[in-house]
C-alpha cells in the first residue's frame, strides 16, 4: 500500500516523462508498462519476468525466470554480452600505428566478417558451448557480468588480471597426464587453450579473492594453485567432453594445428593421418 502511494504521488508529482526507469538505462514500454531488457519483458510492479531466459536450456539447475543466475549482487545482464575480442585489419609495418578495433561475442553468435582472428576466437567459444563443453556455465556468466574481458592476438595463451585481457595464440597443445611414473600424452585444440584463460578470467571476477589468494601459491604439479583450478574445475571436463586430452599438472607443448578446433597438426594434415 505504501509502495502504491509512493508510486502515484511520483507520477503526479513530476511533468517531465522518463521512459529509462530501471537501472536508468532500460526503457519502460507506455501501452504494457512493462520494461523492455532485449531478450524478455520485466514487470516491475509485480517483479516478475513475462518470459523465460533464452538462454536457460543451458543451466537446467536455475528456474528460466531468474535473472543473473539468482546472483544481482555479483551479476548483471545488460543486455548483457561483453566478451570483447580485438583485431587489426592492416598488415606490415602500418599496423604498429592502427588503433584495433573489436566485435562483442555472444554465444551462438555468427561472424560474417572478414577477420581471420576474430573468427577463430567467435568459432572457438561457440564450439565449447555448442558441445555443452562448459559444465559450469562460465561463457554465458562471463558475458553477462558488468567487467569485460577482451581477448587480443599474441604469441603464447595468458591472462593478464591488471587489465581483464585474455592473450590467445589460437594454436593447440600437446599434454602429458603423469600416472604410474609414465606419461600418457594427448592433444587439445586452441579452443580449449581460450576456454582455459577464460577459466581464469571468471574466477579472478566471481571468485576474487581465492584467486588473488592462489594466482601465486606454489602447486608442485601445477605451478600455481590457480593453474590446477581451472584445469581441474573447467579445462579436464570440457576435454573429456570434447574427447581431446587431459593432463593432471600445468605442462604442455604447443602444437601448430590446422585450426582452433582441431587437434590435428599441419603436419599430420600433410600426412594424411586421422584426427584424434
Known amino acids: 500500500m505504501i509502495d502504491a502511494i509512493v508510486r ?7 511533468c517531465l516523462e522518463n521512459n529509462y526507469h530501471y537501472s536508468n538505462y532500460k526503457e519502460l514500454d507506455n501501452e504494457t508498462n512493462y520494461t523492455y531488457f532485449g531478450a524478455r519483458y520485466y514487470d516491475s510492479e509485480l517483479s516478475v519476468w513475462l518470459s ?18 539468482d546472483n544481482p549482487v555479483v551479476l548483471v545482464d545488460p543486455n548483457g554480452n561483453e566478451i570483447r575480442i580485438y583485431y587489426k585489419e592492416k598488415k606490415g609495418i602500418s599496423r604498429l600505428f592502427e588503433r584495433s578495433k573489436y566485435i562483442t561475442y555472444t554465444p551462438g553468435m555468427k561472424y560474417t566478417g572478414e577477420n581471420n ?13 555448442n558441445k555443452n563443453a562448459d559444465v559450469e556455465g562460465i561463457i554465458q556468466q562471463s558475458v553477462a557480468t558488468s567487467e569485460i ?12 588480471d591488471s587489465k581483464n585481457t ?9 599434454t602429458f597426464y603423469k600416472i604410474n611414473g609414465t606419461y600418457e600424452v594427448g592433444k587439445q585444440s586452441g579452443a580449449l587453450g581460450l576456454f582455459h584463460e577464460l577459466g581464469h578470467f571468471y574466477r579472478d571476477i566471481f571468485k576474487h579473492d581465492e584467486f588473488e589468494k592462489e594466482k601465486n601459491m606454489i602447486d608442485q604439479d601445477y605451478d600455481f594453485v590457480e593453474e590446477r583450478r581451472v584445469i581441474e574445475e573447467y579445462e579436464t571436463p570440457a576435454a573429456i567432453i570434447l574427447n581431446q586430452g587431459i593432463r593432471n599438472n600445468h605442462w604442455a607443448k604447443i602444437l601448430n ?15 594424411n593421418v586421422p584426427m584424434l
Not at 53 to 69: E, R
Open 257 to 271: 594445428t590446422v585450426d582452433p578446433l582441431s587437434t590435428k597438426t599441419r603436419k599430420e594434415q600433410k600426412n
Open 52 to 69: 523465460v531466459d533464452p538462454m536457460s536450456d543451458k543451466y537446467p539447475s536455475l528456474s528460466p525466470y531468474c535473472y543473473t543466475a
Open 8 to 14: 502515484h504521488y511520483i507520477s503526479h508529482t513530476f
Open 149 to 160: 574481458v577482451n581477448v587480443k592476438k599474441s604469441f603464447s595463451d595468458y591472462y593478464d
Open 117 to 129: 582472428f576474430v573468427s577463430n576466437a567467435v568459432d572457438s567459444l561457440n564450439y565449447i558451448y
Open 166 to 174: 585474455i592473450y590467445w595464440s589460437t594454436k593447440g597443445m600437446k
